[in-house]
């Protein structure tokens, strides 16, 4: 009986310890629930560059350089978008034509940045053999890349020509690089080049981002062009390089007026897909002379994660917006009710003017991006009315850039387009 009560006893025990311990872990699934609902983020605006060169192609400061500056300067990715080439394999590059680039200063400054143990030479100093190496992107991306702070997404700007006039696309976040495809018009070039695109984003099964850059860069795309190749879907509103006739000129609309114009045909009389809008550096110049300077173009990206597939999601889904400078809190389209609605995020001092851009399906000349309503509030919404079929927000700062690209230019956000097709 003795040793019957202290089995039982042990059983009774073991009841209880496993009662508590399935009390304690329900309780630690319970908080892990919980902190794992916790922990699922909210998308945010990321902010980033898709256009720069470096001195793998024509621009003149070695790639860590640049993406440091970038990075050091509050920017959450970046797209290094040489021409026909990805940065990738062994390249060297004598140091007297690295300095003849940049104005004497490129090749101390790396050394001084970086040191070196990371800058690697061969030859002897001031032989005409004194080479310097140029660092791929899967080797110096580890040194400057951080969680939810910084990455850099490998990129191509497909370089090419048609009829006399330049077919420039970047291709953001490629795995292989894709050389230019060429063609007997503007359109069937560009048409070529972005089905090579799209063809490896299927083959490889990984997101990537086309886009037509500075359409007005020697006037070489129209706006046809740009209504006609519907697979294209994105292009450049705003290019901070100072040649490429972002203005237009008495024959050539500017480049917000070709957007609105090639959005009328392609929604309203093609039936197809609304374009989107891309703000970029196209930065060249890193040792402060005159050009393509950095800082001056940017796209804010919403998001959950700062990841290539989810920045080249959102961007798919239309959910970004362009800057020269001015910063937004919101945008948001309804469309059940097709209202777009802003929220400007202010500078003291500062104030903003939100032009409403809306573009009416009959289509006339005076009809296509016209202002339907203008307002000084920083929260601002317009609703589409009957046979208005696209509209758009620009936000002007009373503030100039602070790297200004043309005379009396002010800094400016564009949000997407949005029809009532959608």
């Known amino acids: ?41 909210s998308a945010r605006w990321w902010k980033g560059n898709l256009h720069t060169h470096s001195l793998w192609s024509d621009g003149n400061d070695f790639p860590e350089m640049i993406s440091d500056w970038y990075r050091q300067k509050g920017y959450h990715f970046l797209a290094i978008s040489d021409h026909n080439t990805l940065q990738s394999g062994q ?11 940049s104005h004497g200063q490129a090749f101390e400054k790396y050394l001084a940045r970086f040191g070196k143990s990371w ?26 890349e951080r969680h939810d702070e910084f990455i850099l997404i490998p990129a191509e700007e497909i370089t090419d020509s048609a009829e006399g006039h330049p077919v420039h696309m970047n291709a953001t976040n490629l795995d292989e690089l894709i050389k230019p495809l060429g063609g007997k018009t503007v359109r069937e070039t560009m048409e070529n080049n972005l089905r090579a ?51 237009g000129n008495a024959e050539n609309p500017g480049i917000e007026r070709m957007w609105d114009l090639a959005n009328h045909l392609r929604v309203n009389k093609l039936g197809g897909s609304i374009l989107y809008g891309v703000g970029t550096d196209d930065s060249h110049e890193y040792h402060g002379k005159e050009g393509s300077r950095p800082g001056r173009g940017w796209v804010m990206v919403r998001a959950k994660f700062l990841t290539p597939e989810h920045l080249i999601r959102a961007m798919k889904a239309g959910d970004f917006y362009s800057s020269s400078g001015v910063s937004l809190k919101d945008v948001q389209w309804d469309n059940e009710t097709k209202t777009l609605s802003v929220e400007i995020d202010p500078q003291d001092g500062v104030t903003y003017w939100t032009e409403y851009l809306v573009t009416d399906v009959d289509g ?27 509209v758009r927000a620009v936000i002007t700062s009373s503030l100039a850039p602070e790297d200004p690209v043309w005379k009396e230019q002010k800094q400016q956000a564009w949000t997407q387009p949005f029809t009532n097709n959608q």
Do not use: C
């Open 197 to 247: 695109v799209l063809e490896q984003e299927k083959a490889k099964g990984r997101e990537i981002l086309p886009h037509l850059n500075h359409p007005n860069f020697k006037y070489g795309i129209t706006f046809e062009d740009l209504a006609a190749v519907m697979a294209e879907r994105f292009f450049e509103v705003y290019n901070g390089h100072p040649g490429v006739n972002h203005l």
């Open 119 to 144: 800058v690697e030479t061969r030859g002897e100093p001031g032989s005409e053999k004194y080479a310097v190496r140029l660092k791929p992107l899967d080797e110096y991306r580890y040194l400057l």
């Open 364 to 390: 006339e000349p005076e009809d296509i991006g016209r202002v339907g309503e203008a307002t000084q509030q920083l929260r601002s919404s317009y609703t589409l009315k009957k046979g208005e079929t696209i």
């Open 1 to 41: 009986m003795k040793y019957l009560g202290s089995v039982f006893s042990i059983i009774r025990l073991g009841v209880l310890f496993t009662a508590l311990a399935m009390w304690g872990n329900s309780s630690i699934y319970g908080f892990q629930a919980e902190t794992q609902g916790s922990n699922e983020p």
């Open 91 to 101: 390249k060297w590059m004598e140091v007297e034509k690295v300095q003849s680039r």
